[in-house]
């Protein structure tokens, strides 16, 4: 018990050590605080996710985005947000490592798994547009409907008008409504452009 305690201390030193200190300070940080502050900030309950206040933890957080996301000893919400993070870091490391999330064999079938295959599905809309399409059509078929509507929900992320006929004809043939629903705003989004 005494554990998770210390770490959230050191967590809240290292987060508020980071509001205190500019950004000369940041790029000395070890990866170790950066972590803490990291976690900290990915744990805050009403969280507005930003590159800027990324980038003030420290120089390292795209590697360091990647270990919390596979620490299995943080919590959901820590890794989901990890996930989501990296679509403002769109370098190679970070595309392979959502394209893996896509398909890891241990994600399939489980609540973790639903969660960071729908999110790495909208980072890589969000962080890649139109380089990631290939990868998240590639599970427009999956079983699982939530993962389906983050198909289409990504597909509307990127921006891409490449896929737009694909969702057309994909609106009429789904037949979960709200997988539906999510194809529909999905057109219309990549219409307006």
């Not at 205190?20 to 309950?45: F, M, P």
């Not at 009403?46 to 000893?73: F, K, Y």
């Not at 639903?114 to 890649?128: D, E, I, K, N, T």
């Not at 380089?131 to 198909?151: F, K, N, Q, S, T």
Request: with cysteine; net charge neutral.
């Amino acid at each position: 018990m005494q554990r998770p305690l210390t770490y959230a201390i050191a967590a809240l030193l290292a987060f508020v050590s980071l509001a205190h200190t500019d950004d000369a300070a940041a790029r000395t940080r070890s990866k170790g605080d950066q972590r803490n502050a990291l976690i900290y900030y990915l744990s805050s309950y009403e969280l507005e996710l930003t590159r800027a206040s990324l980038d003030r933890i420290g120089p390292d957080i795209p590697q360091v985005l990647v270990d919390v996301l596979n620490a299995p000893e943080a919590q959901v919400r820590v890794r989901v947000r990890a996930c989501a993070a990296l679509a403002f870091y769109p370098t190679e490391q970070t595309f392979d490592v959502l394209r893996t999330l896509l398909h890891e064999r241990s994600f399939k079938g489980n609540e973790l798994g639903l969660q960071m295959r729908r999110q790495a599905l909208r980072s890589l809309g969000r962080g890649f547009g139109d380089r990631g399409i290939d990868d998240i059509l590639a599970l427009r078929d999956d079983p699982e409907p939530l993962v389906r509507e983050a198909v289409a929900q990504a597909l509307g992320d990127s921006g891409s008008v490449r896929p737009l006929t694909l969702l057309e004809t994909w609106l009429s043939t789904e037949p979960v409504l709200h997988v539906r629903m999510a194809v529909d705003r999905a057109v219309s989004r990549l219409r307006e452009r």
